[in-house]
């Protein structure tokens, strides 16, 4: 079989991904129930949840505020009339036995998002109800006959769902990971989903279809499920790309299909095959009214928009002085990028304070598994510090003894200098003394400095720093050191 790099040199590969974002909302779309992650199962439901004989769904206004949001962000055209409709979706997680959805009138149409410089367009952004989850079991020990068996939780039947779908504009694993990230970016920031992969508050299916480069039509797609990590959504689509490649080299024909990825195996297996719209029945919600968006409705939410991630990267490059990769890894963390925006606001310089968080402390944060607010780091206290190295109150190696007490105790770093007498030596003539035995001490090297290896100046600094343990003004004690020498 071809190697990937190959296989990418005969075939273009044409992605289109479909992201299903959980909104944030207190309650479900159409009923009052809670929709709070990690409930005992089955609590969170109500007669419109179990879709019992005669109940009526009503429409969350909050929901649609947060479909135009996520909508504007997407740069997408906002409609000012709208449907829901039934999809006839036959699963046991679906107790009414049909899934409201939107689809020839979605609220949101004709969008895109930029990528590295590319458009991808998103076909539509449109509301829909969650299904509930199957909790699969069984085997020996499963049933009282040894059977498998599933239960059923609908905690998360009747949960708000974004569908967002793309154009097959995407034409690698790479440039889909970054598209899902940055998607995934967007709605954090615009506080309408969590982003939580792992948890299910946002997934994603991917279609997947190769081409000889050249040919003008499609290939067969297979949609892609199952898919609950960056990483995972980038080797399912090399690993769908060589198969679907495989069976072309030798004659066969590529079906229409929804496959599973099993991120453990690393492989995709086949579930069914594909459906198209008109397998689902479509057909309008006789139970809600038709949605009528007014376009000062839509202004009222423009005016609550947050800066897009995009917007913020830009500024921090252009405003800052930031270089693309400073900014870019910021803005990644949208709750290290709001950490970050408000030491900016206290006065910090913005390289300092970016060399710091995305160094020692994120080097902290890794290892414990933590987000920056999650720790008792404030960006008061770190503007603090910052201002402290600047004006030569304390040394880089100072702060770098005392940021994780702060990061774990909440402590200011002028208390702890304080405690702990760690302020930087500024005193010309006990500095001096030191000097002067360091250069008493190494005759050797004092030679080998004046007779032209100026790279052991480095040396005598260090001998001066390990004497003051980190504590001498870095700036006089080079000057001190250089005049010494010179004598």
Known sequence: MNTLEEILEKYEVVIG?????????????????????????????????????????????????????????????????????????????????????????????????????????????????????????????????????????????????????????????????????????????????????????????????????????????????????????????????????????????????????????????????KEDAHDYRYFPEPDLMALEISRDWVEKIKATMPELPSEKRERYITKEGLSEYDAQVIVEQMETALFFDRVLELGANAKLAVNWLMGDITGYLKEKHLLVTDTKLTPENLAEMISMIEKGTISNKIAKDIIVEMLETGAKANDIVAKKGLSVISDEGELFAIVEKIIKDNPIQVAAYKSGKDKLFGFFVGQAMKATQGRANPQLINDIIKKKLAE
């Open 17 to 273: 991904l479909e992201v299903h974002a959980q909104l944030k909302s207190k309650s479900k779309i159409f009923c009052p129930d809670s929709t709070e992650f990690g409930a005992e199962q089955n609590t969170h439901v109500c007669p419109i949840t179990l879709g019992m004989p005669g109940v009526l769904p009503v429409l969350n206004r909050k929901v649609v505020d947060m479909a135009i949001l996520t909508g504007l962000a997407l740069n997408c055209e906002i409609a000012e009339y709208s449907k829901f409709d039934r999809k006839q979706y036959f699963y046991p997680d679906l107790p009414k036995g049909y899934q409201i959805s939107q689809y020839d009138l979605p609220v949101c149409k004709n969008g895109y998002l930029m990528i590295n410089g590319k458009k991808i367009g998103i076909t539509r952004a449109h509301l829909e109800e969650d299904a509930g989850k199957l909790v699969h079991a069984g085997g020996i020990g499963g049933g009282l006959d040894g059977s498998a068996y599933s239960l059923v939780d609908l905690n998360r039947a009747g949960t708000p769902l974004l569908e967002i779908v793309s154009e097959p504009d995407i034409r690698s694993a790479d440039e889909a990971k970054a598209y899902m990230e940055e998607l995934r970016n967007i709605v954090k920031y615009m506080g309408v989903c969590d982003g939580n992969l792992e948890e299910g508050s946002m997934r994603c299916d991917a279609n997947i279809s190769i081409r000889p480069f050249g040919q003008k039509e499609f290939g067969t797609r297979a949609e892609i499920k199952n898919i609950n990590s960056f990483s995972a959504l980038k080797r399912a689509i090399e690993f769908e790309i060589e198969r679907q490649a495989e069976i072309l080299e030798e004659g066969g024909e590529v079906i229409q299909e929804t496959r599973l990825w099993n991120d453990a195996d690393g492989e995709t297996k086949s579930m069914r095959s």
